[in-house]
């Protein structure tokens, strides 16, 4: 398993992560998401929105605003419970949650720690430009309450029938006491949330049937199943809400931890929404002519902590002529960028002439990535470091005086084998996505495109 300090190098070395501020000595917990990071990021939301949306026709999605009315967090029992023990130093200031204290001294100078006390989770807000007259509210610490509070209005718009969901994703914010581990835990990050409602006497089957569906989602895009498990809680670990939760929880650098919660809800938050608003949220079920007020399903992950768990997953290390290759395996929806096109003369005006055409053709499909700013060696190299799936190469013999349009030939390489075939620029295009495709056996299989050993 790779380091946590080698995956942090690397992020801010290739531009995937950088720390937040980072020119005035950096904001703890609050990271940016550079050039290939927000490209990477995006595919994981975007993988995500598709598979649990697009596809299905029992899912809607919404995009909750951010700040919410301050009675929603009394409702839902945020105000008075979310909040975590924690003790201070009175030696060296410092604070840490009193559940991960080993015993009762100072991790930093070793100074006994105060008696713990909770600390609430949610940051305060003011809305207003005068704050003793403003609404004090928070940023929100989940997504799920913006789908809560808009259960009606979804259902009267979309007209959906039980069994159904509404998806969203969106930043949340959390006071965090003691963040670190990189992206793992920050104050400031962004939730991948389903809302999957019910009819009550339904709801383990249906909670079960989501385990099974997100558990397998993560190693459809490429995590390892060693790496990747279950884990109940127990019934004391249960929020007040939860009938049930399982986690999937994955073995990052740090140790397992979370990946996901798949939680069921009951009908706790939409009873709770009622009481207080005075506004019923129910769904009337035309088979047995009631109203029902639905149970929930909640599977929620974290677009960061995904991103992470891939992000680590997809590292590897081996030797490749003598020489330390670093290569990130990604799924290819998942790499940031998908093909990268180099000439092999950068002074050959007709070679970086043809290869900025065929990178622009195919950029119209994949994102593309033209690059002539090293020898090829060190630029395949560098795609490894990226993720990037393949590399067409374009050369001399590709653009040769007495060659046509239709001779016209590249070389693409395989990022994981170092493989490469021979292609003509005309068939570029299909023999991609038959790669794309992950058909690379059946193409390989077909002349002229023969694999051969290069690297």
């Known amino acids: 398993m790779v380091d946590l300090d080698t995956i942090v190098s690397l992020c801010k070395r290739r531009g995937f992560i950088f720390q937040s501020s980072e020119i005035y000595g950096g904001l703890g917990s609050a990271w940016d998401y550079g050039p290939l990071g927000v490209e990477f990021k995006n595919n994981v939301k975007r993988l995500w929105w598709r598979d649990n949306v697009q596809l299905r026709d029992d899912m809607v999605g919404v995009d909750a605003a951010i700040s919410m009315h301050p009675k929603v967090w ?221 149970y929930v399903i909640e599977p929620s992950a974290g677009a960061d902590r995904s991103a992470l768990a891939f992000l680590v997953d997809a590292y590897h290390e081996e030797e490749v002529r003598g020489e330390k290759r670093v290569v990130l395996k990604f799924h290819p929806e998942l790499a940031p960028i998908k093909i990268a096109v180099l000439p092999l003369l950068k002074k050959n005006d007709r070679i970086v002439e043809t290869a900025k055409r065929i990178c622009a053709d195919l950029r119209k499909r994949w994102f593309s990535f033209y690059d002539d700013t090293a020898s090829i060696g060190r630029l395949y190299r560098r795609q490894d470091e990226i993720g990037t799936p393949y590399c067409v190469t374009v050369d001399v013999q590709t653009v040769g005086d007495e060659k046509t349009p239709a001779d016209e030939k590249v070389t693409i390489r395989d990022r994981d084998t170092m493989q490469q075939i021979r292609v003509p620029v005309s068939a570029l295009e299909s023999v991609m996505a038959d790669l794309m495709a992950e058909r690379w056996a059946e193409v390989a299989r077909q002349e002229p495109y023969r694999m051969s050993a290069a690297k």
């Open 74 to 294: 009394e409702a839902s029992g945020h105000v008075a419970s979310f909040s975590d023990p924690f003790s201070g130093c009175p030696s060296c200031g410092r604070h840490y949650r009193a559940d991960q204290l080993t015993d009762a001294f100072c991790p930093n100078c070793g100074a006994k720690m105060s008696a713990p006390k909770p600390a609430s989770l949610m940051l305060e807000i003011f809305l207003g430009p005068v704050k003793e007259t403003a609404m004090k509210t928070y940023l929100r610490p989940e997504t799920a309450q913006g789908i809560f509070v808009n259960f009606d209005n979804v259902l009267q718009a979309s007209r959906k029938k039980l069994s159904f969901g509404i998806a969203q994703i969106g930043k949340a914010f959390r006071n965090e006491i003691t963040p670190g581990n990189f992206t793992f835990r920050t104050r400031e990050f962004e939730q991948m949330e389903i809302e999957y409602f019910v009819m009550p006497g339904t709801d383990e089957e249906w909670h079960q049937r989501w385990i099974d569906e997100r558990f397998a989602w993560y190693q459809k895009y490429g995590i390892r199943k060693d790496n990747i498990r279950l884990r109940e809680h127990a019934q004391d670990e249960l929020a007040h809400y939860a009938k049930r939760c399982v986690d999937i929880e994955y073995l990052f650098p740090m140790g397992w931890s979370e990946l996901e919660g798949i939680a069921n809800r009951t009908n706790y938050d939409l009873t709770q929404h009622s009481k207080i608003s005075g506004k019923a949220l129910e769904y009337f079920d035309e088979e047995s002519k009631r109203k029902v007020v639905p």
